[in-house]
Each structure stands twice: as structure tokens, then as C-alpha cells.
């Protein structure tokens, strides 16, 4: 199980929005996810839609969707709800 108080909210900079993850491109896949690490193992887009980058290719294929997560909105921004079970080993057990 994750830890609820490592994760942080996420405060996306003012005219900002998240990727909408429904019918996305398998060009935005294969040519903006799949081929960097973007810092991540996992690039979660709009409806937590979370998506396998170079940095996480241990875990899956890079551009390919790895989970749905839950995401909670609040005036602080965004924050991913903490993983159960066997998604949690995507930050440690």
C-alpha cells in the first residue's frame, strides 16, 4: 500500500490542463510518451489515465496504459489517490 502522506497535491500552473486520456492519438503514444522519461516512470493524464514512460520501462512497455487511477480535485489542485494491492508496487510495497 502507498503511503496517502507521500503523495502530494499537484497545483497545475494557472491556464494549465491535464492531457484528456480518452481517445488520445497512438501518435501522442508513440512519438510524446513512449520515447522520454519525462522525469517519471508514469505520465498520468486527464481521468488518471496513467501511461508507461522510459523511465518506467521495468514495469511496462513505454506508451502503453498501465492503470486508471483515482484522482481527488480540491482547492489545493490535483492529488492521485494512494494505490492498494498489487498497483501499490508502482512506489514501492
Known sequence: RTDPSWIPWCRLPRGWNLVPGEGL????????????????HLL??????????????ERGKPGTLQMLWEMERGPQGIKL??????????HGK
Open 81 to 90: 489517490q494512494s494505490l492498494k494491492a498489487t498497483h501499490s508496487y508502482w
Open 25 to 40: 492519438d497512438d501518435s501522442v503514444k508513440e512519438k510524446v510518451i513512449a520515447p522520454f522519461d519525462w522525469g517519471t
Open 44 to 57: 498520468v493524464l486527464e481521468k488518471g489515465m496513467a501511461y508507461a514512460t522510459q523511465g518506467g520501462k
